[in-house]
């Protein structure tokens, strides 16, 4: 935090300078989890190194040494927890939306979000915990507090695999991983190899099934999907035998499904384009029988 001159305020945050839902979120997190951030000021890590030096000053008269320096980790350790929940909520305000509802996120989830939160110093952590406490300021009871959960128990490197399957998603009714063989090397040489796979599955993001693999089931008579700006329509099979109306519509979609903590997270990830996936993907359906013929590859029309 920048040292700020004398008679100035040691502001966080300049609260003229918000939007109406970041006003909001930065009051609820203040609500929620003890006052910690004041309008116009947040003075808690001053209180903290304020009183750490007088713990210091006063310690060879009042305290003994083992104590002294126990109250001083304390106070360290959360010094540090309150810069990350700030750098935390700081990150969120830029990411909410104008019909933002910060004011209905439950209180206990905000209590256990920063609970589990507040230990993450690294940057692209808090960009990513940051991302989830804005999307639920945005839309209310997005993320569960298993979700919560989940990520806490995230390594920077397993965040950093999963966020690439955001990289093999297509956009049907919800992002859905296309992953035809686990072992082409369009996966492989992108981070999901077998064994990144089946620790995601071990962590609970996604489900992986190497043997038979996954199909999406459609009321209609196609599936409408796309890959960043391209689009395809997918013919499934009629597959009478399954439960269910007669005109439900299957196509494959390989070996991984998320799970609903793999579908809240992936919501927030930012993923880039694979240049050669849609192509594979298409191939991918042509040898399955559910894309038939070139007239179901689209690109949207070029803007003028």
């Known amino acids: 935090m920048a040292d700020?001159?004398?008679?100035?305020?040691?502001?966080l945050i300049s609260f003229g300078e918000l939007s109406r839902p970041a006003t909001v979120l930065v009051e609820k997190v203040s609500e929620a989890i003890g006052g910690i951030f004041r309008p116009f000021q947040t003075k808690r890590m001053a209180k903290a190194e304020a009183e750490a030096g007088l713990?210091?000053?006063e310690s060879d008269i009042q305290i003994e040494e083992l104590k002294r320096r126990a109250l001083n980790r304390f106070l360290e350790e959360e010094t540090a927890k309150q810069r990350n929940i700030e750098a935390i909520t700081s990150?969120?305000?830029p990411m909410l939306s104008e019909s933002a509802r910060p004011d209905e996120i439950n209180n206990d989830w905000i209590v256990n979000f920063f609970d589990k939160s507040r230990i993450f110093s690294d940057k692209q952590m808090q960009y990513l915990w940051a991302s989830i406490?804005?999307?639920?300021?945005?839309?209310?009871?997005?993320?569960?507090?298993?979700?919560?959960?989940?990520?806490?128990?995230?390594?920077?490197?397993?965040?950093e695999v999963f966020q690439?399957?955001?990289s093999i998603s297509w956009m049907f009714d919800k992002r859905t991983p296309v992953m035809a063989d686990c072992f082409a090397d369009i996966y492989v040489?992108?981070?999901?190899?077998?064994?990144?796979?089946?620790?995601?599955?071990?962590?609970?993001?996604?489900?992986?099934?190497?043997?038979?693999?996954?199909?999406l089931r459609s009321e209609n008579d196609t599936l409408e999907a796309s890959y960043f700006?391209?689009?395809?329509?997918?013919?499934?099979?009629?597959?009478?035998?399954?439960?269910?109306?007669?005109?439900?519509?299957?196509?494959?979609?390989?070996?991984?499904?998320?799970?609903?903590?793999?579908?809240?997270?992936?919501?927030?990830?930012?993923?880039?384009?694979?240049?050669?996936?849609?192509?594979?993907?298409?191939?991918?359906?042509?040898?399955?029988?559910?894309?038939?013929?070139?007239?179901?590859?689209?690109?949207?029309?070029?803007?003028?």
Not at 133 to 158: C, H, M, Y
Not at 189 to 215: E, P, W, Y
Not at 267 to 291: A, D, H, N, R
């Open 91 to 93: 990150s969120a305000l």
């Open 189 to 215: 040489k992108n981070g999901l190899d077998f064994a990144a796979l089946h620790h995601l599955d071990t962590l609970g993001l996604i489900r992986f099934d190497s043997l038979q693999g996954f199909q």
């Open 164 to 166: 690439q399957i955001g």
């Open 55 to 57: 713990i210091k000053a």
């Open 4 to 11: 700020q001159q004398a008679g100035t305020s040691n502001a």
């Open 229 to 304: 700006s391209k689009k395809i329509t997918l013919t499934g099979a009629k597959m009478q035998h399954v439960p269910g109306p007669s005109n439900q519509t299957f196509a494959p979609i390989g070996q991984v499904v998320l799970t609903r903590a793999g579908t809240e997270l992936l919501s927030v990830c930012q993923s880039k384009e694979i240049p050669e996936f849609f192509e594979y993907c298409s191939q991918f359906w042509t040898k399955t029988g559910v894309l038939k013929t070139e007239d179901q590859i689209r690109s949207p029309p070029s803007s003028k």
């Open 133 to 159: 406490l804005a999307g639920e300021a945005n839309k209310p009871q997005s993320f569960s507090r298993q979700t919560v959960n989940l990520v806490a128990s995230l390594d920077k490197i397993d965040a």
